[in-house]
Each structure stands twice: as structure tokens, then as C-alpha cells.
């Protein structure tokens, strides 16, 4: 072997050598989550669980009980103050109907929330498909979502909420005599809604009826005055939209008696909650939430004073 070809190896050797390393090197974190979005089916019905994002809450804070209780429950899942909370949104596909349950928070609530339309246009549908949205109650986490700016993120759809709701958060009157830290709730409610009561697009409802052939509203007034739970039935299947019924599942499902700042009735919110957890636990059908951990489906078991949740199985649609 010449001195020259021995030369010219070590320098492929190391060029080489360098390329390796180069291709190995570690990869820059990315980050990101995959589209928040969930698909199951309903008998005939395809529900699409579509999640706005998440947010930290003090819940530590907000909740109604004693925090060396609370601090517990949050260990025993492995969590702490403040807890990163999912804000999630059900599309339901009758097959007639394309029927939205709640629109996220669009910017109200800052960067972490507001992915709703981009998650439903992965999941394969636009926002000018939708026929109908229904508002499970006004705070700004569910019904902010639907408006873009001062227009109406989605144009063709007629917007239903129980007309106690609309008569309380739309009220001017009701603006003024609210606590300062509270006129942004009826603010946002104005905002969000005016792009459809400007056009005949909002049709509020009185109670409990039934709004499209198998989805019906049940009044579940307390959280808010006209707090509005839905029931999805096809083929003898059954889902519950149970709103804001619950918001911490660590905490709520062992002790449903704990109730929270965000009410605007906690007596009648609690009983609510009781009533719906014990139905669903007796029936065995399944329950969605907007603050249960995406996708926010799942079945209750009675266990003790409290119950047990039961996520769903991840299933593919077939």
C-alpha cells in the first residue's frame, strides 16, 4: 500500500466517519400533538369527538372542598395544580343532519385553546357543512367558537341554546348589574352569538324537546340558568352530552358532591350531577363530556359513595 492511497483512505475513513455522525444526530423536538380529533359510531350516527385544545385551571383554587382532600384525589391520579383541562366539542353525522354540540373557545381563553376548526377540517369535514350547532350553556369555552371575528365561523348552521341561557348571558340589563370580574362572560356570549341573532340564525329553545330525529335536549339548569344536556340515541344506543356537569374527573366522580366556582347555582348544579351520574351508572350508556380528558367518552360504574369511569375502548370505525 502506497503513502498516498493510505492517505487518501484515512480521508474518505473521516469523511465518512463524519457523514455518520452527521445522519445520527439527535433530531430537534417537534412538540405538536396529533389532530384532536375522535371517531366512533353510534348505531346509524357517526360521532366525531373534536377537542379545542387544553387549558391550565386552578382547580386546586375553584373547587369546593377542603384542599388537603382535593390535593389527594390529584395524586391519587397522578396529577398536581393546575390541571391541564381538555375543552372538547361532539359532531354527531345523523346521516340527514351534521349537528355540532358546542364550538370551543376560539380566542378567548388565550393560545392553548381554539383548535376546533382546524381539528374538524382534519377530520374531514368543513365548517360550511354544518346544519346545526347546539349550545350545551354560554360561558365563553363552549360558545365562543362561534363566531370568527364579527362573522359567523359557520355559515349555514342554525344555533339552538334553552332560551333561559339566551334570556340571561344576551341581557344587557343582566350585564350591567353583574360583578365587574363577571361582564366578560356576557360580553363574549354577545359576541359569539350576534353573527346568527343578527341573521334569524339563533332559534333558542324551552326545555327539554327534541331538536333533530334522534338527538333531544334535557334541561339541566344550575351551572347556568339554562344548562342543557343532549341526548344521542340511534339503533338503541345511547350518548349523553352531560356539558359541564363535571369538570374534574379525578376529584368529581369520587365525590360528585363537590361543586365548583364556576356555577351560577351550586345546589341545583350538584343535584344535576348526582342525578346524571346515577342514570348513566344504572343504564350503563355512555356519557361525553367537554372536560373529561380527550376524547371524553366513556361509561360509569357506581363505586361506593361515588363511581368509577370507564374510558372508552379506542375502536376504529367500521
Known amino acids: 500500500m502506497t503513502k ?5 483512505r484515512t480521508v474518505l475513513f473521516a469523511a465518512l466517519a463524519f457523514a455518520g455522525s452527521a445522519a445520527f444526530a439527535a433530531a430537534p423536538m417537534v412538540k405538536t400533538q396529533a389532530p384532536g ?24 383554587k375553584l373547587l ?33 343532519k351534521l349537528v355540532l354540540i358546542d364550538t370551543g373557545a376560539a380566542s378567548a381563553f388565550g393560545p392553548t385553546l381554539g383548535k376546533l376548526i382546524t381539528n374538524l377540517k382534519a377530520a374531514g369535514y368543513q365548517p360550511e357543512q354544518v346544519d346545526e350547532i347546539y349550545i350545551t350553556h354560554m360561558h365563553p369555552d363552549h360558545a365562543s367558537g362561534l363566531a ?25 340589563v343582566n350585564m350591567k348589574k353583574a360583578p365587574e370580574a363577571s361582564k366578560g362572560f356576557f360580553q363574549g356570549a354577545m359576541a359569539a352569538f350576534g353573527p346568527y341573532t343578527n341573521v334569524g340564525k ?12 334522534g338527538i333531544k335536549a334535557s334541561s339541566s339548569f344550575g351551572h347556568t340558568p339554562g344548562h342543557t344536556t343532549y341526548v344521542v340515541e340511534s339503533k338503541g344506543q345511547k350518548l349523553v352530552l352531560i356539558g359541564d356537569l363535571m369538570h374534574v374527573q379525578s376529584v368529581q366522580f369520587d365525590d360528585p358532591s363537590v361543586t365548583i366556582d364556576f356555577d351560577t347555582d351550586s345546589k341545583k348544579a350538584l343535584a344535576e350531577r348526582k342525578a346524571a351520574f346515577a342514570d348513566a351508572a344504572k343504564q ?3 356519557i361525553g363530556a367537554a372536560h373529561l380528558p380527550f376524547p371524553g367518552l366513556g361509561h360509569l360504574r357506581a363505586a361506593g359513595k361515588g363511581y368509577q369511569y370507564i374510558p372508552v375502548n379506542y375502536t376504529i370505525p367500521r
Open 4 to 8: 498516498q492511497f493510505a492517505a487518501r
Open 37 to 60: 380529533y375522535y371517531r366512533t359510531m353510534l348505531g346509524d350516527f357517526e360521532v366525531t369527538v373534536l377537542n379545542d385544545g387544553t387549558v391550565d385551571l386552578p382547580m386546586d
Open 64 to 96: 369546593h372542598a377542603k384542599p388537603a382532600k382535593t390535593e389527594a384525589a390529584f395524586k391519587k391520579y397522578f396529577l398536581k395544580a393546575p390541571i391541564e383541562t381538555s375543552v372538547n366539542a361532539f359532531l354527531i353525522n345523523t346521516g340527514s
Open 148 to 172: 370568527a371575528g364579527d362573522k359567523a365561523a359557520f355559515p349555514n348552521a342554525i344555533v339552538r341554546a334553552d332560551k333561559r341561557d339566551a334570556d340571561f348571558w344576551l341581557s344587557k
Open 202 to 213: 339563533f332559534q333558542p329553545f324551552d326545555g327539554s324537546t327534541e331538536l333533530v330525529p
Open 284 to 286: 350503563g350508556y355512555l
